[in-house]
């Protein structure tokens, strides 16, 4: 279990983390282009409607409708200092929001930007692994294009995807072509990113759920065609068709033992399921809104171009056409929302969910519950297989305080298998004090099993500011407590922000004994260039990373790193973004 994994972004508000030891899966990834997307182009708040203000992935829909309104009884901002003056705009919410947006106006014409990154890693299992990834959108007046391409480790190939997408916004039509994705409800019919990562552990997060161009490389999430969305007062229609395929693996005779759901390929196992299986697809979704209630109606249709028979058929969908549909609740008010939805599959299975969080001066709260039985299946929501899968109840909890410089959240996740007697869950405190330029905060969790081998990990971290340099000392400790494994860690990181340059460094030791550990830390990941670092052995890490900004928007990042085991290894990567006109 690693002991912490924050989200790669330069602009991460505490809440917005992924637990210690998880792996970003496709969502976060998606989140994370559309935050290095906004830094690059921020939104111009004078002339943004809600909407687009929900691109930001953490604001708050209440918040944010309260910006519009105070913009448009103030005839605009004049600058992004007058945020604050905004009902319940906190300093915490401040400074998360201040550098995604921005007061001035993009110039008449078209306007777009473009990302290009590349990096070799060397940490894992093979000498080397390239990948790639690169987005170019354009803008013109209504219209927006949006191209990605992409290059996983240890795929063949140049390109191994690709996505293409082009939307026409109008006053109260919009239109998507090609790739995109889309959410409604709480996300058991239909489960774009935007239905997403803080909810986790029950936060008040979504955005709209309406359709999006893709930001970042969705293999698994990406819906390939058209669809509408229609607006009116007080309804919303969504319709949509697909035709898009995925990977699966094969039975002997031909017919689909399972799909990937990952969208991770970086073994070279996972080739020898890559037969790909169509999915043509046709759903809809209208929303009324009413009095702060908002109630969806969700429908989907699913052919494939195969047969499923897997060998638990009874107990899973099977055949090769599938029908779902859903009917959410969503209740809002100043300081809270309550959001309900149920869902069936024609396969005989049936689906809930729950989701309830609150924000008042200084405490948050957020409680979350997801279950499904074992033959609920919608391939466009968040049910990741078809075979091999139990009856299942998810739970999550938050509670948040703040007060004088002085931060605790108290989370929590589990999930219920009712086949067997197993209770994965994992419980964490966070607790962080500022004394003005100084920062301590500690950080204790335990992931258990009441079968199977359970661990604890601590995590102490000190942060120092002096003008523009930071530093930061952290120490961890992690053991299993039924096996003879243990890992230790220490590491420093600093920075320094010398517009127009941005550099980092980071020094650690990890010292772990036996098996069934890992352990990972946070490095310097300037505008989504690198990532992390996590090791299973004992290891010296250093990691250096600098970012550039050329002009006014052009911005040149790169990283390197060096691990020390037996000898050394090298990894390194490198980005280079362009906002046009």
């Known amino acids: 279990m690693a002991l912490v994994w924050a989200l790669v972004c330069l602009l991460k508000p505490e809440w917005w983390e992924l637990p210690p030891g998880a792996v970003p899966d496709e969502d976060v990834r998606a989140l994370e282009e559309t935050v290095s997307c906004l830094q690059l182009r921020p939104v111009e708040l004078n002339r943004a409607r809600v909407d687009e203000l929900l691109d930001i992935p953490w604001l708050n829909p209440v918040l944010a409708h309260r910006v519009a309104a105070y913009r448009d009884s103030a005839h605009g901002f004049q600058s992004i200092g007058e945020l604050r003056r905004v009902g319940g705009m906190t300093d ?52 927006t294009g949006a191209a990605l391409v992409e290059h996983d480790p240890g795929e063949a190939g140049i390109v191994d995807w690709s996505g293409l997408g082009l939307g026409w916004q109008g006053r109260s039509v919009s239109v998507v072509g090609g790739d995109f994705t889309f959410g409604s409800g709480l996300g058991l019919v239909f489960s774009g990113p935007h239905r997403r990562a803080g909810s986790a552990f029950g936060e008040d997060v979504k955005g709209p759920g309406n359709l999006r161009l893709l930001s970042s490389a969705l293999e698994t999430r990406a819906l390939r065609g058209l669809g509408a969305d229609i607006q009116v007062p007080g309804w919303t229609l969504t319709v949509l068709g697909s ?24 073994d070279s196992a996972s080739k020898a399921e890559r037969n790909t299986v169509n999915q043509t697809a046709a759903g809809a979704s209208v929303t009324r809104l009413w009095r702060g209630v908002a109630v969806t109606g969700n429908g989907a249709f699913v052919r494939y171009s195969r047969e499923f028979a897997p060998g638990d058929s009874a107990d899973s969908f099977s055949g090769r056409a599938l029908g779902c549909g859903g009917v959410s609740a969503e209740l809002r008010t100043e300081d809270y929302r309550l959001g309900l939805e149920g869902a069936a599959s024609s396969g005989g299975g049936a689906a809930g969910a729950l989701d309830l ?91 258990y099993k009441l079968e199977q081998p359970r661990s604890r990990d601590s995590r102490l971290s000190l942060s120092w500011d002096i ?99 037996e000898a050394f290894v090298l990894d390194a990567a490198g980005q280079v973004e362009l906002a046009l006109n």
Request: with cysteine; net charge positive; charged share 25%.
């Open 243 to 266: 035709h898009s395929g995925q990977d699966a693996k094969l039975n002997p005779d031909g017919t689909v033992e399972r799909l990937r759901g990952d969208g991770v390929y970086d």
């Open 357 to 447: 969080a609150g924000e008042w001066s200084g405490l948050s709260a957020g409680l979350g519950l997801h279950g499904y039985q074992t033959r609920y299946f919608a391939p466009l929501g968040r049910t990741r297989s078809l075979v091999d899968r139990e009856p299942r109840l998810y739970g999550r909890a938050r509670l948040g305080l703040r007060a004088a410089g002085f931060r605790v959240w108290l989370r929590g996740n589990t999930y219920r298998d009712f086949s067997d007697d197993s209770l994965p869950a994992r419980v964490e405190l966070s607790a962080r004090q500022e004394l003005g330029r100084l920062s301590l905060g500690c950080n204790l969790g335990r992931s």
């Open 467 to 565: 003008g523009r340099l930071g530093i930061e000392a952290v120490v961890g400790d992690e053991y299993p407590e039924l096996t003879a494994g243990r890992g230790r860690m220490a590491g420093l990181l600093l920075r320094a922000d010398l517009q127009p340059v941005r550099l980092g460094f980071s020094a650690a030791r990890f010292d772990i004994l036996g098996s069934g550990v890992r352990m990972s830390m946070r490095e310097p990941d300037l505008s989504r260039a690198g990532s992390g670092f996590s090791t299973g052995v004992s290891a010296w890490r250093l990691a250096t990373g600098l970012s550039l900004g050329i002009v006014q928007r052009v911005a040149v990042s790169a990283k390197a790193g060096a691990t020390w085991r």
């Open 92 to 143: 915490e919410w401040f400074r998360a929001l201040a550098p995604l947006l921005t007061t001035q106006q993009a110039g008449p014409g078209w306007s777009g930007d473009v990302a290009l990154r590349a990096g070799i890693d060397s940490v894992g299992s093979r000498p080397e692994r390239l990948r790639t990834f690169g987005r170019a959108r354009v803008k013109q007046g209504q219209w």
